[in-house]
């Protein structure tokens, strides 16, 4: 079980961290950001498939993709309702707690799409599967950190410090290394350089606005989508147990 699990974690990190970068790179490189919609299209088969690896004993229900489905809604509305504070948005607040309750598969595939619906409300273009790649590597890592099979709550500290920290270093990273490669004519130090200083101060009120999102919204919704699993099912017995264990302990 623990050989098969281990090779299913391997083939899914193969998958997300190596296959869809160089899908990304492969736009960039032979199809000059021209087909942009086409490299969203295959980042999101891409991130489906380490999510049905997930599942490999038995057959995701239509009602685990119901749930991811809501909850990559629920970040594309959020990051709606912020659209006139620029950087100030609950997107990666959203994965995370989705990836800490449901696992790093399917915290990629919140994030992928969550990136590419939004960007309907805010334009499509070259950025968009960059964009996704950034929210779906935040979900996937929270939920390699976080979740272990098991119904488990980590500490809103150890939630919110990862929060702040990846969403300026990955996602801030990435995005900024994107305008590195597309608008600098040539990239040198000082042009890499020129581009992450003046980023600095949008990256620290996402990753700002990001500790405050989970800070609010952490118990709240990851308390919600542990009542969905086990109402619905969505969990293995070893982690039913767990959770009557828990329900007696506080009763």
């Avoid at 997107?91 to 800490?100: L, N």
């Avoid at 969403?167 to 000082?190: D, H, P, Q, R, W």
């Avoid at 990753?207 to 699993?229: C, D, H, N, W, Y």
Wanted: some cysteine; hydrophobic content about 50%.
């Amino acid at each position: 079980m623990r050989r098969t699990s281990g090779r299913r974690l391997i083939l899914s990190c193969v998958l997300i961290l190596v296959v869809v970068p160089l899908t990304i790179a492969f736009g960039m490189t032979f199809l000059r950001d021209r087909s942009y919609w086409f490299i969203s299209a295959a980042i999101l088969v891409e991130a489906t498939l380490p999510f049905f690896l997930a599942f490999a004993r038995r057959r995701p229900k239509a009602r685990e993709i119901v749930l991811i489905c809501s909850l990559a809604a629920i970040a594309v509305i959020g990051r709606c309702a912020f659209f006139m504070l620029p950087q100030f948005k609950p997107v990666s607040a959203v994965v995370i707690v989705s990836a800490v309750g449901l696992g790093p598969e399917s915290g990629f595939l919140v994030g992928a799409l969550a990136g590419f619906v939004s960007n309907f409300f805010f334009g499509q273009g070259p950025w968009t599967p960059w964009q996704m790649f950034s929210f779906g590597v935040i979900g996937f890592l929270a939920g390699l950190l976080f979740f272990r099979g098991k119904i488990r709550k980590p500490s809103k500290t150890e939630v919110c410090v990862y929060g702040g920290l990846s969403t300026f270093l990955i996602y801030g990273g990435l995005m900024n290394f994107y305008s590195v490669l597309a608008f600098s004519t040539a990239v040198t130090k000082e042009s890499v350089a020129a581009v992450y200083l003046s980023g600095v101060p949008f990256d620290l009120i996402h990753a700002g606005s990001t500790v405050l999102f989970l800070f609010l919204i952490e118990k709240p919704m990851a308390e919600k989508i542990t009542r969905m699993r086990v109402k619905y099912g969505l969990i293995d017995e070893s982690e039913r147990l767990a959770e009557a264990r828990s329900r007696f302990r506080s009763g």
